[in-house]
């Protein structure tokens, strides 16, 4: 698998040479059913430009394909945050698979080579990801991966924060 900044790929390197194409066929209903309301639907062209151009705005997305098929198997959504007072650097974690690449460990993947990334960059700070309690495909990803679901759990909320200190 190889995974890096969506708009950083050549357009040789990818099986699916337009951005707003690779939206499209991993959007799929399944895949955004346990996702942000706003993200549910079907996806027309224009609707996956805009919601590239959201993303851009408010992060960075790495975009995964497959080493064998060059097909796109996944986006990694990452959100920088800093506390003002701390001066700690959080990184708000996201992951969507491909309906047809789930159950294949890609996830796990993807995400520990996030880590390992970040370790090898001597990341100081948190790498939090919120999942729906019953998404217990994604609880699973995180737990493999070393974070934990600590005492910050906020009660009333069906969202569990998985959290994991580098550095
Ligand atoms: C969640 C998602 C990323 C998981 O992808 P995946 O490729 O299936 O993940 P992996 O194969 O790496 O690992 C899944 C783990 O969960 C386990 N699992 C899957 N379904 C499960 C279930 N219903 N109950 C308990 N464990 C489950 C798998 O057995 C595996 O663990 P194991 O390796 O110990 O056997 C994928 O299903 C997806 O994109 N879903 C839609 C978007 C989404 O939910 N994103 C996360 C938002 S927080």
Redesign the pocket.
Known sequence: MLLKEWHSFGSTERAKSDLTGVVISILTE??????PLAWQGDYSTNRAADWIHERDSEGTTLLAISAETSQPV?LMILYEIEDIETGDEDIRL??????S??????????VSGFLDWCRSQDFHGTIT????RD???????LE?NGLNSGPTETSGSTETIYRLRLG
């Open positions: 399944p895949v955004t059913r346990s996702l996944g996201g992951y969507l698979l491909a309906e690449a789930w159950g294949s460990g890609m996830a796990t993947e993807m990801a919120g999942v729906e998404n217990q495909a994604s609880r699973r990803v493999k």
